[in-house]
């Protein structure tokens, strides 16, 4: 059941004061343009999350930079430059409510 160990470190005392949400679109999705973006997100730091999603993107990013100039070269350098990507949007994040890493073990399935 344990997946692994890890130190919570606080991302504001290291200086990762950025925390963006981006949603994005892929232009196609076929099997071979979707494997090289998951392959592409998994090789960067910054994003800490990745999902498939449903609605109006296909996928959601959590990505933490120490600022917005960091932000937009992670953007320049990497985002923009993925193949087939049709859409970005990221949403800023202005300051945490709740951030919690426990699952909620009394909600457990059977």
Known sequence: MIQR???????KLIG???????????S???KQNVSAFEAAIKDHPEV???YAITGDADF?????T???EAYDRFLENFMFTLP??????????LREIKFETKLPLTERAE
């Open 60 to 64: 959601m990013l959590r990505v933490v």
């Open 16 to 26: 990762l004061n950025f925390c963006t949400f981006v949603h994005v679109s892929l």
């Open 66 to 68: 120490r600022d917005i």
């Open 84 to 93: 087939g990507l049709l859409q970005v949007k990221s949403n800023i994040a």
């Open 5 to 11: 160990y890890v130190a919570l470190l606080n991302r």
């Open 48 to 50: 800490l999350e990745c």
């Open 28 to 30: 196609r999705h076929d």
